[in-house]
C-alpha cells in the first residue's frame, strides 16, 4: 500500500501545475497511509531565506497574525526553520518536548483546535532546495507518529517539494507579475505547440539556435521535451522531470524543466523556462538598506538560521569579520538582534506575499513564490 501511494503522490507532483489542486490530492492519499486530525497544514518556502510565502489549511482562510508572531518572535521548538535546517527534516511535537509539551506555545496553540500531537516534515528537492513543510496533527488519546510513518513521510516529501517547485513556475508563468517571470510552453509528441503563456516569445528568442518567429523550437527545449516524453514508454513508473541549463544569447543563463503530462490522450510536455538568476532576496535587501554584497551573503544565511561560526566557514572569512559584518547589518536595519532581523524581513517582505497568496488561493488563483517587491 505504501508503495503505490508513494507512486501516486510521486505522479502528481511530476504533473503539478497546481498548486492547491496537488496540496488536496496529496492530502487524500497522505490521510491512507497516515492518520491525521482535520486536515494538513501546508506551507511554502522561499528556498533562499526559508520564510513561509504561502500557507494553506482547509477550512482555516487566513493565517492568524499572532501564529506569525509566534514563529518568528517566540523561543519556542518545532518552528518551521528549525525543522527544515534539521538532519532529519522531520520532528514532532512531544520528542522535541522530551513528551511533555505543556509549555511549548504551539501545543497550547494546537490544543485549542483540537490537536494534541504535531508532526512537522520539510519539503526538500532532490536538489536540496527547501520548498515548503508540511504540518500533521493528532487528537489527544491517538498513538503517537511512528517511525514507519515518518519513513513514508521521508520518502514522499522530495516528490512533493518538486510538485511545489513546478506549480508554483506555472502559476508564475500564467499569471506573471513581470516580463521575467516564467514561462510554460505545452509541446506535442510530433513536437507542435499546443499552447504557451505570455511571454514565452521573449524567453524563446534568446535561446540559441531557435526561430520562434518562424516556428522552430531552440533545440534545448526539443532535448528537454525529448527525455520528458520517454517517461511515456514506462507507464508504471513516475514521470522523470528532464532539467537543462543553457546560456542564452542575451549572456544570461536559463533553466528549463520538462515534465510529461498523461493527463488526456496522448503524452504532451509542459517546459517551464525561468530564470537561473531567479527572484533573490539579495536584490531586495540591497535595495531598502543598501547592504553591501557581503553583507547579503551574511543576511541570507542569517534568514536561514546559520550560527556565527557556520557563516564564517561557509564564507571563508573569520568570526570576528562576521561580527562586524552583523554590527553593520543590524545598525542599517535598525534592528537590534537575528530574531529582530528576520522577523522584520518577514513582516516587511513575506507577510504581503502570505497574505496575497490567501487571497489569490480563494480566487482560484496561482499561488506566487518569493517576497512581496513593494
Not at 37 to 66: K, M, N, R, V
Not at 267 to 280: D, F, G, K, L, N
Not at 342 to 352: C, L, Q, R
Amino acid at each position: 500500500m505504501w508503495e503505490r501511494a508513494i507512486d501516486k503522490i510521486a505522479r502528481m507532483s511530476a504533473q503539478a501545475s497546481d498548486l492547491v489542486a496537488l496540496w488536496e490530492e496529496a492530502t487524500e492519499v497522505i490521510g491512507g497511509v497516515v492518520p491525521y486530525y482535520w486536515t494538513p497544514c501546508w506551507y511554502t518556502l522561499d528556498p533562499a531565506s526559508l520564510l513561509i510565502t504561502s500557507h494553506y489549511h482547509h477550512g482555516l482562510a487566513e493565517f492568524p497574525a499572532q501564529w506569525l508572531a509566534e514563529e518568528y518572535y517566540s523561543d519556542d521548538v518545532n518552528q518551521l526553520s528549525d525543522v527544515a535546517l534539521s538532519p532529519d527534516g522531520l520532528s514532532t511535537l512531544h520528542e522535541a518536548t522530551g513528551g511533555d509539551p505543556s509549555a511549548s506555545l504551539r501545543w497550547r496553540r494546537n490544543l485549542e483546535l483540537g490537536g494534541d500531537q504535531e508532526l512537522i516534515a520539510r519539503l526538500r528537492s532532490h536538489s536540496g532546495e527547501v520548498w515548503g513543510m508540511l504540518g500533521l496533527y493528532r487528537e489527544t488519546g491517538r498513538p503517537l507518529f511512528d517511525g514507519k510513518e515518518k519513513e513514508f513521510l521521508k520518502a514522499v516529501t522530495p516528490h512533493l517539494a518538486e510538485g511545489a517547485r513546478r506549480a508554483l513556475l506555472s502559476g508564475q508563468a500564467a499569471d506573471p507579475e513581470g516580463p521575467d517571470d516564467p514561462a510554460v510552453l505545452i509541446v506535442t509528441d510530433r513536437w507542435d505547440v499546443e499552447s504557451a503563456t505570455p511571454g514565452v516569445g521573449r524567453w524563446l528568442r534568446d535561446l540559441p539556435d531557435g526561430d520562434f518567429d518562424a516556428g522552430r523550437l531552440p533545440s534545448a527545449v526539443l532535448s528537454v521535451a525529448g527525455r520528458a516524453l520517454r517517461t511515456a514508454e514506462e507507464p508504471a513508473r513516475p514521470g522523470e522531470v528532464a532539467m537543462a541549463r543553457v546560456l542564452a544569447r542575451s549572456g544570461a543563463w536559463v533553466i528549463l524543466h520538462g515534465a510529461c503530462l498523461m493527463a488526456c490522450g496522448k503524452p504532451r510536455v509542459a517546459v517551464i523556462i525561468e530564470s537561473a538568476q531567479s527572484a533573490s532576496i539579495g536584490e531586495l535587501l540591497m535595495a531598502v538598506w543598501d547592504l553591501t554584497p557581503r553583507e547579503q551573503e551574511v543576511t541570507r544565511l542569517i534568514l536561514q538560521g546559520a550560527a556565527t561560526e557556520q557563516i564564517a566557514k561557509q564564507l571563508v572569512i573569520s568570526v570576528h569579520t562576521v561580527r562586524q559584518h552583523l554590527k553593520s547589518i543590524f545598525g542599517k536595519a535598525r534592528v537590534s538582534s537575528r530574531r529582530d532581523l528576520v522577523a522584520k524581513v518577514f513582516f516587511t517582505h513575506y507577510e504581503p506575499r502570505l497574505r496575497d497568496n490567501e487571497r489569490r488561493t480563494i480566487c482560484d488563483k496561482p499561488v506566487r513564490g518569493g517576497p512581496m517587491a513593494g
